[in-house]
């Protein structure tokens, strides 16, 4: 598992330079000046020249590209323009709520697609079998965002049983520690701030993981079915094990492989859609801070944020290998 760890890492490093050159490259070619962004409305064209220099435009790209990627390997992300603080400091303190929100969507759309992928395979042949797999794929239809509006409208203004704006009751402090939500609470030995950060959650996870959740039941479905016909369970079935048994301690597991894969791209696809989730709940993650600054034409954001994304894919799709290599001794022993 660490050389499968290992030697992610070293695939990644040329993918996370093309990934960052190309965005940087992109970036640079839209009709917005960062230099006259950073100095107020009454700026002299002299003065705009100066910042140009100081901020290193006035090189050609590929040296600005050279100087950008040498601070951000030392950790410097430079300055927004338009929130004036350290790039890195806004991504740091957006970033836990982003992860906090994608990874409760993912254990929601893990349970609903693990569940109603064995009810599918339970339901095989029968008529309600049809009526099942067309609410997955009615599910399946909906965006995410539109989920959450749906959530919005009947859970919290018609039913007003859920609270949809911001990450906590504004009459709570957030408690100080790693910046999610839940944990610090616990550490702190909040139940309240716990229970109201809970609370704001349930509808946004809920939204993504909805939506994120059929491909996986549809693909453990079409697992379980291929696995059910191996000559392994044929011959468990003859020594007089039962089919639960069957279904949960031999083909269960087999058949859980590519739904892992499913379950590690969905993953990835549920990170970045969180961003209109997070526009739509008020939640203050990176998905929003990409949002405003686009709105902005803040560069430093954008670069940030978009490299933090792919960041996160990445690793996302290593711990995927390395559970693989888990979970199936054919790969450990290839």
């Known amino acids: 598992m660490l050389r499968t760890l290992a030697w992610r890492a070293a695939v990644a490093l040329p993918t996370l330079l093309v990934v960052s050159a190309l965005m940087f490259m992109a970036l640079r070619l839209l009709p917005v000046d960062p230099a006259a962004m950073s100095l107020p409305p009454n700026a002299t064209n002299a003065d705009i020249a100066a910042m140009r220099h100081t901020m290193g435009l006035d090189k050609p790209l590929p040296v600005q590209y050279v100087i950008w990627l040498d601070q951000v390997l030392h950790g410097n992300?430079?300055?927004?323009?338009?929130?004036?603080?350290?790039v890195a400091g806004l991504v740091a303190n957006a970033l836990p709520a982003t992860i906090e929100l994608a990874g409760s969507a993912m254990v929601i759309a893990f349970i609903l697609g693990v569940g109603g992928g064995l009810l599918l395979f339970a339901l095989r042949g029968r008529r309600s079998e049809l009526a099942l797999e067309t609410a997955t794929t009615l599910a399946m239809s909906l965006p995410e965002f539109l989920w959450g509006l749906l959530f919005i409208f009947v859970f919290g203004v018609a039913l007003n049983w859920l609270p949809f704006t911001g990450r906590l009751a504004p009459s709570l402090p957030q408690p100080p520690g790693t910046g999610f939500l839940l944990i610090d609470s616990l550490r702190a030995g909040?139940?309240?701030i716990f229970w109201s950060a809970l609370l704001h959650?349930?509808?946004?996870?809920?939204?993504?993981?909805?939506a994120f959740a059929p491909p996986i039941a549809r693909v453990l479905r079409a697992s379980l079915l291929a696995t059910w016909e191996q000559d392994y369970i044929r011959q468990?079935?003859?020594?007089g094990i039962s089919e639960t048994r069957l279904l949960l301690a031999h083909a269960l597991r087999n058949a859980a492989l590519p739904s892992l894969t499913m379950v590690g791209v969905q993953f990835g696809f549920l990170f970045g859609g969180s961003l209109l989730i997070e526009v739509i709940f008020a939640d203050p993650g990176i998905g929003n801070l990409m949002?405003?600054?686009v709105r902005n034409a803040d560069l430093p954001v954008i670069q940030a944020v978009g490299l933090t994304y792919c960041v996160v894919v990445l690793v996302i799709n290593a711990v995927v290998d390395a559970l693989y290599m888990v979970l199936d001794p054919r790969l450990r022993r290839a």
């Open 201 to 210: 959650l349930i509808l946004p996870a809920s939204a993504l993981g909805i």
């Open 291 to 293: 949002v405003d600054a």
């Open 190 to 192: 909040r139940i309240d």
């Open 236 to 239: 468990a079935r003859l020594r």
């Open 77 to 86: 992300f430079g300055q927004s323009i338009h929130f004036r603080r350290s």
